[in-house]
């Protein structure tokens, strides 16, 4: 059917990103209703497992990791953005999206919400993808998607790299 030719077009245009902060896809199935993506393992959990779980006394992210992981990350997305036709738009560029090889290199994953861009530059949906304190304004209040949408969700990542905090955090009290 239709939902059918539309996954196998995207599933063969994400087999053809090859980059190596990305995390590649090694293979694909359908059988009914059933999709199942198989991607290359990495080794090291995810950038949210480090920020935010029990890693010991003292965090393993020293900040020039930090700063490896962030700028790894920008250049996965903007091979998203720029070094493929059509483009891809992520959708929910998060901390657990991000994901971590034994040498701290991050590869950004999980592409199961993305949304090719063909020549328009930007595409309207009528039901909002992403992760709550991740997805921008725009992309919440329009259904507006383009790079834009990616890059703001990568600013709330950088925040959440650089402070260890996470974007939404329900012990504090409104507004601080």
């Known amino acids: ?20 902060n990305l ?8 059988e009914g209703a059933q999709r199942i993506l198989v991607y290359e393992y990495v080794d090291n959990g995810n950038l949210e ?7 010991g006394p003292v965090s393993p992210l020293t900040w020039d990791i930090r700063m490896k992981i962030a700028i790894g990350t920008a250049k996965g997305l903007a091979y998203l953005h720029e070094g493929l036709e059509p483009k891809v738009v992520h959708r929910d ?3 657990s999206n991000i994901l971590l090889d034994k040498k701290w290199n991050p590869k950004v994953s999980d592409f199961g919400l993305a949304k090719l861009l063909g020549s328009e530059a930007s595409y ?6 992403g992760t709550f304190g991740y997805v921008s ?3 919440a209040s329009t259904g507006m ?9 990568f600013g709330v990542l950088l925040m959440e ?10 012990s504090r009290a409104p507004g601080e």
Not at 23 to 30: A, H, I, M
Not at 145 to 153: A, C
Not at 161 to 170: A, K, L, N, Q
């Open 49 to 55: 497992q480090w920020l935010h779980g029990d890693v």
């Open 124 to 129: 309207v949906t009528t039901r909002v993808m």
């Open 93 to 95: 560029v998060k901390s």
């Open 145 to 153: 998607l383009n790079e834009g949408s990616d890059v703001y969700s």
């Open 1 to 20: 059917g239709q939902a059918e030719k539309e996954f196998n077009v995207e599933v063969e245009a994400i087999g053809k990103v090859r980059h190596k």
């Open 23 to 30: 995390v590649g896809l090694v293979g694909y199935c359908t």
């Open 161 to 170: 790299i650089i402070t260890g905090r996470s974007p939404i955090d329900y």
């Open 137 to 139: 304004p725009e992309y």
